[in-house]
């Protein structure tokens, strides 16, 4: 999944745990998403974020391999114990957007490696999509519409400052 992908369907996601009542739909909620949607990629220097990891990506990349710990439920985890440290909205749209990042590219033809580093096995449902391809272009607008359907159906926007 391209980074816009993983941006549009994470906070379409933060969306709905916002309606839920789980969440509010708070700016620093959905900052904080679209940086957690990012930050999984940080394995491979060649991603949006990798670039502008002054060379951090590279690091990762040669310890862990892409799509490897980085993916897994265990840096998910993680994430999300941070956020129980550091309780805001903020925090919690990192944790979110971080999971939804593993969550698209688990569709993906590549699937992901949850129980990294215990095993490199990636997982994947059967129906999956190419990363860069038509179906993803797709999912992309219907992750802005839905975005944008709910942010107007539920008045989420009300929320945001
Ligand atoms: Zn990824």
Redesign the pocket.
Known sequence: ?RYHT?IATSIAAGAGVAITGDASFTFPYVVGIAIGALL??ID?PN?YIGRRSLGLAKVIKSIFGH?GI??SILASGLIFYLHTMYNNDFTLGIAYGYAF??L??FFSKRG?PFFSPLSKKKFKPPLTYETGGGAETLIFYLAVIGSFYMLYKYQLYTQLF
Request: net charge negative; charged share 30%; aromatic share 0%.
């Open positions: 999944m993983h999984p990629d491979e991603s799509r980085t993916h990042h593993i698209g590219d992901v």
